[in-house]
């Protein structure tokens, strides 16, 4: 006797794959720095001299702008001699020479 076979079939459906690629954050390659070099630099001390500055002469008080002096001694006294023409306190009277300078001596 035989006996009767069964065959029986199966369909299954697969769903398609779908790929992603993920991308992947660059690595930044690792880098080692050396320490740094010192050189030393051999320092040389250079003297330079002060400028020189010629010294600055106080200025002379100037006579007030209606000066009067009744001679040279008085003048001088107020430290205004010599006297120029057009200076406060001149006087063609002062001026015994007549060339523009009164109490010049």
């Given at each position: 006797m035989t006996?009767?076979?069964t065959t029986s079939s199966t369909v299954s459906t697969l769903a398609p794959?779908?790929?992603i690629d993920v991308p992947?954050?660059?690595v930044a390659p690792t880098t080692t720095l050396a320490p740094p070099v010192v050189i030393p630099?051999?320092?040389t001390t250079v003297e330079v001299p002060a400028p020189r500055v010629?010294?600055?002469p106080e200025p002379e008080?100037?006579?007030p702008a209606s000066a009067y002096?009744?001679?040279c001694k008085a003048a001088k006294a107020a430290?205004?001699?010599p006297l120029h023409r057009g200076d406060p306190g001149y006087s063609s009277n002062l001026d015994r020479d007549g060339d523009g300078i009164a109490c010049e001596k």
């Open positions: 006996q009767p076979t794959t779908t790929t992947v954050a660059p630099v051999p320092t010629a010294p600055v008080a100037p006579a002096y009744p001679n430290g205004a001699a």
